[in-house]
């Protein structure tokens, strides 16, 4: 795998820099739910002020608003991050997807984000498979180097690409249907087993597009509405009642996907099994977080802002050989292309 080179080699010293971190967190309330995408940043940015850059200003997207959205501001995301990192040289800029430029990967929008920098620092690994104007266009306005989370994410990550230890098994939730099908696709052949739950299970329900096995679950906690506090009732997978919603696996597959969890050399698992978010169908994310955290014979990677907040909320993140920072960025690594973000990055 090619590496870019490395912010360690930037002189940044009274420099104006643009970093790019991804510090979209999961949100509740309007206050951040999980703050580990902001403290896998600090590193880089510490760096920066450390080595005495005259300001670092970060920026990144949150959530996915179709312009402006004052549920999307940067503002609880800014504190939590202050408080973390308190420098007055830090700076936090407001959302990039305000602007409709930025999933243009409109050079416009790029040169606004570059003005007034010398330098720009991609650290954002969870975005890196996206080529948006913060992303990749800006790297090729201003001396570009890559941030040390990208750099560790690229490196531990990359230990899945090459020969892995077997069983691979493969475990894939989460709401993003649309963007992971495909990848899923492009890289379930190299997994040994795909565990499948979550949206993704209910979408497979009428016929799976997939060309290889899948585990889908057999059981599924129903529920007659999308609440918390919705009408429940324990289901066979193939006979939800029409018009009510699997939103966790049942005992039964939680209990079949464990097995195949406690076998396994290799573990990548992306997305919850369920909207664990509530109480009454967090079970089935539960119990895979903890069949992967009790198989310490594996090489475990767990990625994705939710399926890390889980971890995090269940006690479990050094459990596992690595939290990744990257849901989709990881899956998309995974298949073996080189991600946009990473390639806009001149090398050593
Ligand atoms: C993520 O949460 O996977 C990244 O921050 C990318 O977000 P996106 O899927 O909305 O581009
Ligand atoms: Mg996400």
């Not at 050989?321 to 298949?335: D, F, I, K, Q, R």
Request: proline share 5%.
């Amino acid at each position: 795998m090619r590496l870019p080179r490395t912010v360690e080699s930037a002189d940044v010293a009274g420099k104006r820099v643009l970093v790019r971190a991804d510090l979209n967190v999961p949100l509740e309330d309007g206050r951040v739910a999980d703050d580990t995408r902001i403290r896998a940043s600090l590193p880089t940015l510490r760096l920066l002020l450390d080595r005495g850059a005259a300001e670092v200003r970060v920026c990144s997207h949150l959530g996915r608003p179709k312009g402006p959205d004052p549920a999307y501001r940067m503002e609880p995301v800014r504190r939590r991050l202050l408080e973390l990192l308190p420098d007055e040289r830090l700076r936090v800029l407001e959302n990039t997807r305000f602007d409709a430029g930025e999933a243009k990967n409109d050079p416009e929008t790029a040169r606004r984000l570059a003005d007034g920098c010398e330098l720009y620092v991609d650290d954002a690994f969870g975005s890196a498979h996206r080529a948006h104007a913060s992303t990749e266009a800006v790297a090729h306005l201003l001396p570009a180097y890559a941030g040390l989370l990208l750099l560790a994410e690229l490196e531990h990550l990359g230990r899945l690409l090459g020969e892995v230890e077997r069983p691979f098994v493969l475990i894939s939730g989460g709401a993003k249907v649309e963007d992971k099908l495909g990848v899923l696709s492009n890289l379930g052949g190299r997994a040994d087993t795909v565990l499948i739950g979550g949206k993704m299970a209910e979408e497979l329900r009428d016929g799976s597009p997939l060309d290889f096995e899948v585990e889908l679950p057999v059981d599924v906690v129903g529920a007659a509405e999308f609440a918390a506090d919705a009408e429940r009732r324990l289901c066979a997978y193939d006979e939800l009642p029409d018009g009510w919603l699997g939103l966790d696996i049942g005992p039964e597959t939680r209990t079949r996907f464990s097995e195949r969890i406690e076998e396994a050399r290799t573990i990548f698992w992306n997305g919850p099994l369920g909207v664990f978010e509530w109480l009454p169908f967090a079970g089935g994310t539960k119990a895979v977080a903890e069949a992967v955290a009790a198989n310490q014979d594996a090489f475990s990677v767990v990625g994705g802002a939710d399926s890390v907040r889980a971890l995090n909320e269940l006690g479990l993140a050094d459990r596992v050989s690595w939290v990744s920072t990257g849901g989709g960025a990881s899956l998309e690594l995974l298949e073996g292309k080189e991600l946009p973000g990473v390639a806009a990055i001149p090398s050593t």
